[in-house]
């Protein structure tokens, strides 16, 4: 059997599945005992080693690498900025298995139901892979299929984090990591569900619905189940391809995508918590095409009242409001310099919105965006005591700096003050909750505490 078909059976994917769990396992016991030990690793050779095992199989282990690195000292700076290269395409399943699990979903007339159907897969992600399809009425369809056995995987994968979360706070308790490992179970789980996916779609084509810069898919039921999801194909190029663009072109990019995140949020309490290259594409005109909506978090919406009390404190110094807006989220018994680190990060994510001028938003320097800041704030935080982050920070702060991490790319100029003001200036908190219960009511959506 060739090293190609290997790679497409279960048997073979199984196979590296195991593998690559090892060397998750290796990466936690080289660390311990680099930290504690002083036993010094090749880090740059066993970090791109690791990167690339991991991108030759993807699966939730993708996902928990790309988590890791956004953790401030969960790994060391090779480790964070190799897994950060993770990319969304990974080696596809072949058309044998393809059909068969085609006929699982949809019946053994399914090849009847379409038009026509690509044999090979158009792209392959971390839980599952797309293939290009047709209607009978000639229309572009995107067919994502999920893996077999995820749910098993998943599972082995929070097994190991949980192993190294644990590796981690034994030499480090400035962050507490239960609540981390909680959420990512959550939404990691919650991705296996087509179905809610497929619902989390429509919730997006609905509250972007007055957004001319956004696209959504559209979901077609008769064609999709809990494990195979049909949507429209929507055409575009990769953010990367607009990097040179003029500044126009790459500012209008920016604010398409900076309102493709907040609306939802500022308007529904609803964040899309993946911001991931892979996952939209941008059109001829600059608009953006918003794609995989497996990882959606909904907020009650007294944290997003949270957010923008935090803002308003930081303004104007205002120290008590500021308190207020921790508790709020989650925080609880904060002490004087306790309240004074959390204000540190605070003002580094705020900041571009604080500033009322057009400007880059930040710099990062060949580096993940945003460690340099969360190293200094962890280090306070080991002096002052530690604190337990809320389950909503690990979606909230990925989006941010996700996002963060794309306009630093696009090197878009742009008054963030003033696009932020504008989206939040009529915000109240009471209208918020009738209006988000309204919506994930229509959508048979429950709001997650």
């Known amino acids: 059997m060739s090293d190609n078909l290997e790679r497409n059976t279960i048997g073979g994917r199984l196979k590296r599945y195991t593998s690559v769990s090892g060397t998750m396992a290796g990466l936690a016991a080289k660390v311990a005992g680099e930290r504690w030990f002083g036993i010094k690793i090749e880090r740059e050779e066993h970090a791109q080693a690791l990167m690339m095992a991991l991108g030759s199989l993807k699966g939730p282990l993708m996902k928990v690498g790309q988590i890791l690195s956004t953790i401030p000292e969960a790994l060391p700076p090779e480790y964070a900025r190799a897994f950060q290269e993770l990319q969304a395409d990974a080696p596809p399943m072949g058309w044998p298995f393809v059909r068969r699990r085609m006929k699982a979903e949809l019946g053994p007339d399914w090849e009847s139901k379409f038009e026509s159907f690509e044999k090979e897969a158009a792209a392959a992600a971390s839980l599952g892979q797309v293939h290009i399809a047709h209607d009978h009425d000639g229309n572009k369809l995107a067919c994502k299929l999920q893996y077999p056995d995820m749910q098993s995987a998943i599972q082995a994968d929070l097994n190991q984090l949980k192993i190294i979360f644990g590796i981690y706070e034994r030499y480090d308790k400035a962050i507490k990591t239960g609540h981390i490992h909680d959420e990512l179970a959550a939404r990691l789980f919650e991705e296996l569900d087509y179905e809610l996916e497929s619902r989390h779609c429509k919730l997006y084509e609905y509250m972007l619905k007055d957004e001319k810069g956004v696209h959504v898919p559209e979901v077609i039921d008769t064609l999709s189940t809990d494990r195979l999801l049909t949507t429209t194909w929507m055409d ?24 493709a995140w907040y609306v939802p949020l500022y308007y529904y309490g609803v964040i899309h918590g993946d911001p991931h290259l892979g996952n939209y594409t941008i059109r001829d ?3 953006i ?10 907020f009650p919406a007294k944290f997003v009242g949270g957010v923008i009390d935090l803002y308003h404190a930081l303004m104007e110094n205002d120290t008590p409001r500021a308190v207020h807006a921790y508790e709020t989220w989650g925080f609880n018994g904060l002490n004087k310099e306790q309240i004074e680190t959390l204000n540190i990060w605070a003002r580094f994510l705020y900041d571009p919105v604080m500033d009322n001028n057009v400007r880059v938003l930040g710099h990062a320097d060949g580096a993940v965006y945003g460690r340099d800041k969360a190293q200094e704030v962890h280090k306070k935080l080991k002096e002052v005591g530690g604190v337990t982050v809320p389950r909503e ?18 090197n878009a100029e742009i008054n963030w003050y003033k696009l932020f003001n504008e989206l939040i200036q009529d915000f109240d908190v009471n209208e918020l909750e009738k209006r988000q219960a309204q919506t994930l009511q229509k959508f048979a959506l429950e709001k997650d505490l």
């Open 236 to 259: 575009g190029k990769k953010i990367l391809t607009y990097k040179d663009a003029p500044i126009e072109q790459r500012n209008e990019i920016a604010m398409n995508m900076f309102r």
């Open 393 to 410: 920070f690990v979606f909230m702060d990925r989006a941010a700096l996700g996002l963060g991490s794309v306009f630093i790319h696009l």
């Open 285 to 287: 005109d600059l608009s």
């Open 289 to 298: 095409n918003l794609l995989d909506f497996g990882c959606v978090r909904v």
